[in-house]
């Protein structure tokens, strides 16, 4: 009888049926690493803002908090730093086109927004990130005022628009990020 060289079908199958299980474990875990990953940027993005608003604040004092992010973006190519455009923050999150999409800007997975009151001076600010897909791109709304707290509401719906209270105040109550 001839020895034939090889691997059965049952032990092929065997080793499909290992990659599948692995698999299976794998990729919820790589999502929800992903979640994290896009909400630790999103607080990132609203520490960074509590910044440049101080920084604008005391640049431009007759203006007061900024209203936009594109405000404390970079200017255009070769235009000078001014209250329109004061380059505290970079252009990513300060992105130009924030103004022609309602003030928001994705990054992250997140919708950042700025928001803040319409006289001048400006005495506050509310910044947010609110997932883009609850549930797949994160799991938390988190937002952020004057006073530098970052709250998040865990189901991640945000705060009312155009609220610019200190505690970031919505119908769910926002714990403070420890």
């Known amino acids: 009888m001839k020895k034939q060289k090889g691997f059965s079908l049952i032990e092929l199958l065997i080793v499909v049926a290992i990659i599948l299980i692995i698999a299976a474990i794998a990729i919820p875990n790589l999502l929800r690493s992903r979640i994290a990953a896009n909400e630790a940027s999103a607080v990132g993005s609203l520490r ?10 005391s ?8 209203d936009a992010l594109a405000k404390l973006g970079p ?3 070769g235009a000078a730093v001014s209250s329109a455009a004061a380059g505290t923050i970079d252009a990513v999150l300060g992105c130009p086109g924030a103004a ?6 994705p990054k992250s997975g997140y919708n950042i927004t700025l928001s803040s009151a319409a006289a001048t001076p400006r005495t506050s600010y509310v910044s947010q990130a609110i997932p883009i897909t609850v549930g797949q791109s994160g799991q938390r709304a988190f937002c952020s005022s004057g006073d530098g707290v970052i709250h ?9 628009t155009g609220t610019t209270d200190v505690q970031c105040q919505t119908t769910v109550a926002f714990p403070a990020l420890q």
């Open 59 to 66: 640049t431009y004092p007759a203006q007061g908090f900024a």
């Open 152 to 160: 998040f509401d865990p189901t991640g719906t945000g705060i009312t």
């Open 100 to 105: 022609a999409s309602g003030g928001t800007c």
């Open 48 to 57: 960074s803002i509590n910044t440049a608003e101080v920084t604008y604040a």
């Open 75 to 77: 200017p255009a190519a």
